[in-house]
């Protein structure tokens, strides 16, 4: 993708590659907010992750399934520990990881139609088809980790990280015929 201006950058916020699992919150601005700086780009995507207190003790999830045509499987791992310590619970630690593969069929037939002069009367009849099977594969992994101290209830650090892939591929068949025109 390019951008407005012929580069080699790109303006998109592609959100399909980080994992739902390990995030707090997503916060789109389409416009500037008064904390950015006023020759910045007009809206913004601010990504949270999750801490220890957005998500307490350890949580597994695990989903199985297949789709329908030519038995497509689909796969969700998922994985988060988080604990605070001390007598005021003021260190707290997470840390999170997922997994997410979703195998899709696609089988499509894509008539053509076109104007045609059949019995001296203009008629609309199918020209072509195209069948299409697309066999697509996107994997989704990432991982989170959190590390923060609340000294009080308005002071506090935090150390946070996060990394993210995302696969996306896809075989493609596409059988063209033309049909013929009796006329």
């Given at each position: 993708?390019?951008?407005?201006?012929?580069?080699?950058?790109?303006?998109?916020?592609?959100?399909?590659?980080?994992?739902?699992?390990?995030?707090?919150?997503?916060?789109v601005?389409?416009t500037?907010?008064?904390?950015?700086?006023?020759?910045?780009?007009?809206?913004s995507?601010?990504?949270?992750?999750?801490t220890?207190?957005?998500?307490p003790g350890?949580?597994?999830?695990?989903?199985?399934?297949?789709?329908?045509?030519?038995?497509?499987p689909?796969?969700?791992?998922a994985?988060s520990?988080?604990?605070?310590f001390?007598s005021?619970?003021?260190?707290?630690?997470?840390?999170?990881?997922?997994?997410?593969?979703?195998?899709?069929v696609?089988?499509?037939?894509?008539?053509?139609y076109?104007?045609?002069?059949l019995?001296?009367?203009?008629?609309?009849?199918?020209?072509?088809?195209?069948?299409?099977?697309y066999?697509?594969?996107?994997?989704?992994?990432?991982?989170?980790?959190?590390?923060?101290?609340?000294?009080?209830?308005?002071t506090?650090?935090?150390?946070?990280?996060?990394?993210?892939?995302?696969?996306?591929?896809?075989?493609?068949?596409?059988?063209?015929?033309k049909?013929?025109?009796?006329?």
């Amino acid at each position: 993708n390019y951008d407005d201006k012929g580069g080699g950058g790109s303006r998109l916020a592609k959100m399909d590659g980080v994992p739902a699992e390990i995030l707090s919150t997503a916060q789109v601005s389409k416009t500037l907010t008064p904390d950015l700086d006023a020759d910045a780009i007009g809206g913004s995507v601010n990504i949270d992750t999750k801490t220890a207190a957005d998500a307490p003790g350890v949580t597994l999830v695990a989903s199985f399934g297949q789709s329908d045509l030519q038995n497509a499987p689909q796969k969700l791992w998922a994985a988060s520990i988080g604990k605070t310590f001390g007598s005021k619970k003021q260190l707290g630690f997470y840390a999170g990881f997922s997994y997410d593969r979703n195998n899709r069929v696609y089988d499509d037939v894509e008539p053509n139609y076109d104007y045609t002069t059949l019995l001296g009367q203009p008629v609309i009849v199918p020209m072509a088809t195209s069948r299409r099977e697309y066999f697509t594969q996107r994997i989704r992994t990432g991982a989170a980790f959190s590390l923060d101290y609340r000294w009080d209830a308005f002071t506090s650090i935090r150390f946070k990280g996060m990394w993210s892939r995302f696969d996306d591929g896809a075989i493609r068949y596409r059988q063209d015929q033309k049909m013929p025109v009796i006329g």
